[in-house]
T-cell receptor
């Protein structure tokens, strides 16, 4: 059982380049999330999708866009990458049936130079 | 404004002793609390949770205590093992629906268990 799968695991971008982080979950979860983790900052929510067809901003949405492609997939796009977006990105998913526990992917390390 | 605070960035404990990780919150609407464990280069993994209707939840070596009046929770690990060395995140949410159901995370506490 793969759980939550993110790609790519590592990426180096030049300032101004664009890229998309892909995320897929095979647990039939309704809700999906994108977090970023920075040193000393914990996990901060970028965007979330409470259910298929809906997306909403989290705590730090600026510079990002998302697409809930279907129930399984939730992508995060950086249209014009900036050095401040250097971070570790985590996708997560949750079903309300299981309470408020969310399950994370293994992370995507992004460096913007 | 931090709604979930972990005021100790790091904690060092001897193997076999108790580890106590603390977490404070400010939002009285939070009713569900979780602890996640994170190893380097891996995603956070769920450890234990507690609902606001309880004041204690136990799972093996891990026990979470909730003091609603003080808006404080703690994670106790007994006995601590070197494999417990990781960053521990406290998280909270209020309800299931809408944005209030989203988890708010603390900044984490790095636990080091020395052999």
């Amino acid at each position: 059982n793969a759980g939550v799968t993110q790609t790519p695991k590592f990426q180096v971008l030049k300032t101004g380049q664009s890229m998309t982080l892909q995320c897929a979950q095979d647990m039939n979860h309704n809700s999906m999330y994108w977090y970023r983790q920075d040193p000393g900052m914990g996990l901060r929510l970028i965007y979330y999708s409470a259910s298929e067809g809906t997306t909403d901003k989290g705590e730090v949405p600026n510079g990002y866009n998302v697409s809930r492609l279907n129930k399984r997939e939730f992508s995060l796009r950086l249209e014009s990458a900036a050095p401040s977006q250097t971070s570790v990105y985590f996708c997560a998913s949750r079903t309300y049936i299981a309470g408020n526990t969310i399950y994370f992917g293994e992370g995507s390390w992004l460096t913007v130079v | 404004d931090q709604q979930v605070k972990q005021n100790s960035p790091s904690l060092s404990v001897q193997e076999g002793r108790i580890s106590i990780l603390n977490c404070d919150y400010t939002n009285s609407m939070f009713d569900y609390f979780l602890w996640y464990k994170k190893y380097p280069a891996e995603g956070p993994t769920f450890l234990i949770s507690i609902s606001s209707i309880k004041d204690k939840n136990e799972d093996g070596r891990f026990t979470v205590f909730l003091n609603k009046s003080a808006k404080h929770l703690s994670l106790h690990i007994v006995p601590s093992q070197p494999g417990d060395s990781a960053v521990y995140f406290c998280a909270a949410s209020g309800g299931y629906g809408g944005s209030q159901g989203n988890l708010i995370f603390g900044k984490g506490t790095k636990l080091s268990v020395k052999p």
